[in-house]
């Protein structure tokens, strides 16, 4: 059975930092682009950065600088470094492997189940 497993969320307050990892399990994805999406209450799944096998790599605007994704294909790993956190950055994260198309929209192959990121003082 193939799974994407987020963990690494947490509450934190504005200006800290978090790292978020997703462990892939029932194939490898080293071959293939993973993403991360995030969903705040009320609002549609986003974009926030994806990382091709090549390692080139895809940010939203609101990110960049902030954000950093790097995968480790040996351990079949992608992370999300995050910094300088905003309360705005508050969101359930998601995972996702091996994009049907622009790896900015949410035609994804595969999705975790999300790890919960707050961002409050």
């Known amino acids: 059975q193939v799974q994407l497993v987020e963990s690494g969320g947490g509450l934190v307050q504005p200006g800290d930092s978090l790292r978020l990892s997703c462990l892939g399990s029932g194939r490898t994805f080293s071959r293939v682009t993973m993403g991360w999406f995030r969903q705040a209450p009320g609002e549609e799944r986003q974009f926030v950065a994806a990382?091709?096998?090549?390692?080139?790599?895809f940010y939203t605007d609101s990110v960049k600088g902030r954000f950093t994704i790097s995968r480790n294909n040996a351990l079949n790993t992608v992370y999300l470094q995050m910094n300088s956190l905003k309360p705005e950055d508050t969101a359930a994260y998601y995972c996702a492997a091996e994009p049907k198309g622009s790896p900015y929209q949410t035609a994804y192959g595969y999705w975790g189940l999300g790890t919960q990121v707050t961002v409050s003082s």
């Open positions: 990382i091709a096998w090549s390692g080139h790599t």
